[in-house]
T-cell receptor, first 112, second 114 residues
Framework: NAGVTQTPKFQVLKTGQSMTLQCAQD?????MYWYRQDPGMGLRLIYY???????DKGEVPNGYNVSRLNKREFSLRLESAAPSQTSVYFC???????????FGDGTRLSIL | AQKVTQAQTEISVVEKEDVTLDCVYE???????LFWYKQPPSGELVFLIR??????QNEISGRYSWNFQKSTSSFNFTITASQVVDSAVYFC???????????FGTGTSLTVIP
């Protein structure tokens, strides 16, 4: 009964390093999402993928890239990490339009 | 532009009191979807309810109830007889007519004091 699985759960990077956050869902959902959560800001959408093979920008895409590897997996890459990208990152998926999102447990990322 | 406003940043109530969390939204779409999520101290996000723009019926689930009013663009959440386990951050969210873009409010942190 895994749902949405994110790895890693914690990571510390130095400015300029690169990193890929992994996300996988086992619910056969078409749509997947990446959010960041910052204090006082709520959740902000970085990128989403409405179906396998498609990706689109959300509200705050700058500094990030994504890959929808297959229907199950949606990864988020930071090419050159910056301290402003210190945040908690959540991956989510849903079955389609109007359906509630299921969230992973989050990745706490600190960039020094 | 789509926007969700949760003006209450933090609320504290004593156990067994009723509490209402406010949510006001902005959208130009005629079809849209509204959600509430709970984030307990452990950090996960838990789905509570979904409402589409054509269904203005209020909903009750146990101690939880939701009041959707299109006339005031509000989707408020009431917890009756609050309990310590209700302590969490609650997020209201809006999905556009494509169902792809989700807009979250900044959240209301609820503390229930025993």
């Amino acid at each position: 009964n895994a749902g949405v699985t994110q790895t890693p759960k914690f990571q510390v990077l130095k400015t300029g390093q690169s990193m890929t956050l992994q996300c996988a869902q086992d619910m056969n959902h078409n749509s997947m999402y990446w959010y960041r959560q910052d204090p006082g800001m709520g959740l902000r959408l970085i990128y989403y993928s409405a179906s396998e093979g498609t990706t689109d920008k959300g509200e705050v895409p700058n500094g990030y890239n994504v890959s929808r590897l297959n229907k199950r997996e949606f990864s988020l890459r930071l090419e050159s990490a910056a301290p402003s990208q210190t945040s908690v990152y959540f991956c989510a998926s849903n079955a389609g339009v109007s359906q509630p999102q299921h969230f992973g447990d989050g990745t706490r990322l600190s960039i020094l | 532009a789509q926007k969700v406003t949760q003006a209450q940043t933090e609320i504290s109530v004593v156990e067994k009191e009723d509490v209402t969390l406010d949510c006001v939204y902005e959208t130009r779409d005629t079809t849209y979807y509204l959600f509430w999520y709970k984030q307990p101290p452990s950090g996960e996000l838990v789905f509570l309810i979904r409402r589409n723009s054509f269904d203005e019926q209020n909903e009750i689930s146990g101690r939880y109830s939701w009041n959707f009013q299109k006339s005031t663009s509000s989707f408020n959440f009431t917890i009756t007889a609050s309990q310590v386990v209700d302590s969490a951050v609650y997020f209201c969210a809006l999905s556009d007519n494509t169902g792809n873009q989700f807009y979250f409010g900044t959240g209301t942190s609820l503390t229930v004091i025993p």
